[in-house]
Nanobody, 126 residues
């Protein structure tokens, strides 16, 4: 079965950096677009970034443009989220996801994604 396992979360000060990883198994990773989402307490899950199956296209939410970078290594079945200049409002649980549609388009809403990881907590402190 498809498994997505996030790692790399933690506690970081305002302005700091973290790199999240998401290791995928149970699917032909190189065929599928991947996305990152986050959810803060009491808020809905929101889109962060997405990357195409070959890494040639990316799409970022306006709130993270210029600060976060999504990338992937198909040889390692892993997608990354490099987060720089972190702000208090970036705090939340970060999830990776895939729509599991071969060579699919970049998607930005949770219902369009079929498989999800368990999430990793990112906490930004002042």
């Amino acid at each position: 079965q498809v498994q997505l396992v996030e790692s790399g979360g933690g506690l970081v000060q305002d302005g700091g950096s973290l790199r999240l990883s998401c290791a995928a198994s149970g699917l032909t990773f190189s065929l599928y677009a991947m996305g990152w989402f986050r959810q803060a307490p009491g808020k809905e899950r929101e889109f962060v970034a997405a990357i195409s199956w070959n890494g040639g296209r990316t799409y970022d939410a306006d709130s993270v443009k210029g600060r976060f970078t999504i990338s992937r290594d198909n040889a390692k079945n892993t997608v990354y989220l490099q987060m720089n200049s972190l702000k208090l409002e970036d705090t939340g649980v970060y999830y990776c996801a895939t729509d599991a549609k071969p060579l699919g388009s970049l998607r930005s809403t949770p219902p369009e994604y079929q498989y999800w990881g368990q999430g990793t907590q990112v906490t930004v402190s002042s």
